[in-house]
């Protein structure tokens, strides 16, 4: 007899990421992998807890550890997002304040605006917890106040998802007076606001937007952070600052899902930034994946020419580039394995299901200079034949 389980009715819409899967793949050594969101290991600062007080080794505070929620409510501060340190929770990486934001708002049938395309892993935890998503367009200066108006007016969001600087998976940034009228809109309607900015501080050139978050006056807003992909991934700290009204319940919530966050790894990013050592640090990612992306730009001008377009991103870790034919690239994926490249297929980004949007995110941060230029000659390739193909039998 077999076992009978009876699991929760959401998990019917529990669904596997593409992203993960491919990585398993992309970590095979010989593929030159566009696939992933990983920083490049040979730069990431090694974490030493040898000094750790003991007493950090103990339970500790569900909010997290005092230092660290001053620090980042001084960081925040310093980007013009008014914020106490009795505002900050920190959490275990940005995807567990994703994961409280389902909690706490998304039911069945519930409406979560969101971009198209946005974060993959963003939409499977709240699909999991039942959200029917409402999806605006998305361009390189960020999404249609006049689309976001209208898509209120008709379907009432319980709150906003937006990556603005920086995007995941385009790279784009949003300008500065598509945030004013995106504050002024959510203001107007009441609604909140999630703002998820892990790509922040990867910026090349002086780019300073301020978040959309710090230019609300009254609807709520929530501003999600991580220290993935400035320091090390592995340590899993990120954190949710939140309007005032919100915290308690993000607090019983967090007590409630892990008790606290890692306070070792909390221990350590605290006094890694208080000891002077992480701006110069953040100097270096920047210049280093700043070389990487210029890289990438000049081997898609060499190969792409014609074939493609994109927009260079001024940070981040990603190039999302739109092909002249709407093909479905996650045919191209198994061949572009076999030739040893991996990329992420556009189609996986989108909340509603779409066939056919021609579109790949590719990643620069984990490839040499050289790599890219080998990699990206193999996908135009790809691309290429694909086309002709079509062509073929379109005549
Ligand atoms: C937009 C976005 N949000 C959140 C995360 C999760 O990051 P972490 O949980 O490592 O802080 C990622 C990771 O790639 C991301 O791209």
Redesign the pocket.
Known sequence: MGTYMMFAQRIENLTGSLVREILQVAQNPEIISFAG?LPAPEIMPLPDFSQAPTEIYQYGLSEGEPALRQIIAQQLKGIGLACEPGQVLVT???????DLVAKLFVEPGTPVLVEAPT?L??TQVFRLFGAEFIECALDPQGISPEQLEQLIAEKRPAFAYL?PTF??PTGFCYSEARRRDIAAILDEHGIPLVE?E??RELNFTDIKHRPIAAQMKQAPWIY?G????TTC?GL???YLACSPQLMPYFSRLKQATDLHSNRIAQWWLADFISNGAYLPHLQRLREYYAERCEAMEAALQRYFGTMASWHRPEGGLFFWLRLQQAIDTRMLLPEAIQMKVAFMPGEAFYANPVAKCGAMRLNFSRSTPEEIERGIKILARLVEQASETLAELAD
């Open positions: 969101g275990s990486g940005s995807q567990q304040g994703i974060y892993a963003a990556i995007q995941n998820d892990p790509y999600l991580s220290f993935s992909k991934p899993r700290i990120g």
